[in-house]
């Protein structure tokens, strides 16, 4: 089947773009905090890291916008739904210091990332390539272990603050991806099955318990990266 075929079931097209648009305002919303991060970054070759790891957001950003475009589909209709969650979720999770900044955008956009990664296993192959490549790592992994990492090095007694808060994260990321997913009928359906064709991949309660395990196997994978105990 192609990318089209699919697509002419309504309700996988309402899915996808779903998909696409709460992805578009993640990634913008990335770009956004990286930018204003960079504002806050302790010497210039830091702030100019952060601000490189920002305009690579806005590409996948628009990378999305794109594709969303391609499909017929408003970009900002498609993002509506997701506004008031995501900036929820950012307005609780509001960090207090620039490397707590850092740790967030390194551990609670990795989860979200995880989780539309997932959900991206059940949609067309076009569909799941384009968001492959709109979730892939900009450099900021490496970035962010490398700096918290010399943090902790210099003052050891941060790494509790650190874990502490990406415990936090991991708990807010988790509920929001769970709540976003649950009160979007069509996104939902991605996971469950009944859209885009009899023979599109759908996932059963214990794979879905097995996603979210996999899911917090991959956030403890994080924490030990930067050296803190998740």
Do not use: C, N
């Amino acid at each position: 089947m192609t990318k089209d075929d699919w697509l002419a079931d309504p309700q996988y097209r309402d899915a996808v773009a779903d998909l696409l648009g709460v992805l578009a305002y993640g990634e913008l919303t990335a770009f956004t905090r990286l930018a204003g991060d960079s504002e806050l970054s302790p010497s210039q070759p830091l702030k100019a890291a952060v601000a490189g790891l920002a305009v690579a957001e806005f590409r996948h950003y628009e990378i999305l916008v794109a594709r969303l475009d391609e499909m017929g589909i408003d970009p900002e209709a498609a993002m509506a739904p997701f506004l008031a969650p995501i900036d929820a979720f950012h307005e609780r999770t509001k960090p207090s210091s620039w490397l707590e900044g850092l740790v967030k955008a390194y551990v609670g956009d990795g989860i979200a990332t995880d989780f539309y990664r997932e959900i991206a296993a059940y949609v067309d192959p076009s569909t799941q390539a384009l968001v492959h490549s709109a979730m892939e790592d900009v450099g900021q992994a490496e970035f962010v272990v490398k700096v918290v990492r010399e943090a902790i090095k210099a003052d050891p007694k941060i790494a509790g603050r650190l874990a502490l808060w990406g415990r936090r994260l991991v708990g807010e990321a988790l509920s929001q991806a769970q709540q976003v997913a649950v009160e979007r009928d069509a996104l939902a359906s991605l996971l469950v099955g009944g859209v885009g064709g009899p023979d599109r991949p759908s996932a059963d309660l214990a794979e879905l318990g097995r996603m979210f395990a996999r899911l917090t196997d991959e956030h403890t994978r994080r924490m030990g990266r930067l050296g803190l105990a998740a």
